[in-house]
């Protein structure tokens, strides 16, 4: 059995090389929101455990054993959040916080309960892919919503769950997973984007617009499916 501490380290080293960073002491301090010194201590811990491999040129890589410890508790998380969503109707800002309670905890018995109440699925409310039990995961080509020129249009795979108030503020927008989002019009200078959902059209700044993620833009249209959300 590994601590919580170090789930939530592995778990959070693989979601910054998942979003494609170099995972470096900074980095996770400001994602876990720890002193960079607490950060290196325990990079220390995990490398004594080969768990992760660290160089200065290269940060934080995960070892294989670690990243399966990662995917382990990633699961947990994100079968977690579904849950609480579709099964209790926790709004979608809410479950991350209390996945995070959760995850550390539940045994591997309620683990396949849930998954088998909730048919198996394949993501979470957010959009992120579930590991499967045999640790196998989805790692689709993503770009941020941000990087979308004026003109095009693309469908939203993903959206961080960071932080509640983006959460909340995007369900009532309508950018949720499997959204076509358009982007209408782009101030210069890295501006804000002029977005169109559905009806209506909105204005993003650079901070919301790369909390987003979709699909390569090649103008695609959604089936008409929201994985069970409903702009509010």
Do not use: C
């Not at 960079?36 to 290269?58: G, Q």
């Not at 076509?180 to 901070?207: C, K, S, W, Y």
């Amino acid at each position: 059995m590994t601590s919580a501490s170090v789930q939530n380290y592995l778990k959070a080293i693989y979601q910054l090389q998942e979003d494609n960073e170099t995972v470096t002491t900074t980095a996770l301090a400001g994602h876990l929101e720890i002193s960079a010194a607490s950060v290196t201590n325990m990079i220390k811990k995990l490398a004594r455990l080969k768990l992760v491999r660290h160089s200065p040129y290269h940060g934080v890589e995960l070892t294989r054993a670690g990243e399966k410890m990662a995917l382990e508790v990633l699961r947990h998380h994100r079968l977690i959040e579904l849950f609480l969503a579709e099964a209790l109707g926790v709004p979608w800002e809410e479950v991350h916080a209390e996945a995070e309670k959760i995850e550390h905890v539940i045994s591997e018995d309620l683990e396949d309960r849930i998954a088998n109440f909730l048919g198996d699925p394949s993501h979470d409310p957010h959009g992120d892919p579930i590991p499967t039990k045999a640790g196998h995961v989805e790692r689709p080509i993503y770009q941020s919503l941000f990087q979308v020129n004026a003109g095009e249009s693309a469908v939203i795979a993903r959206v961080s769950d960071q932080n509640p108030d983006h959460l909340k503020h995007f369900s009532k927008l309508g950018l949720i997973p499997d959204a076509t989002v358009a982007v209408v019009d782009r101030e210069p200078f890295e501006g804000p984007l002029r977005v169109r959902v559905g009806a209506g059209e909105h204005t993003l700044d650079e901070a919301l617009a790369r909390s987003i993620w979709v699909n390569p833009p090649t103008i695609q249209k959604t089936s008409g499916t929201n994985r069970g959300w409903k702009a509010e």
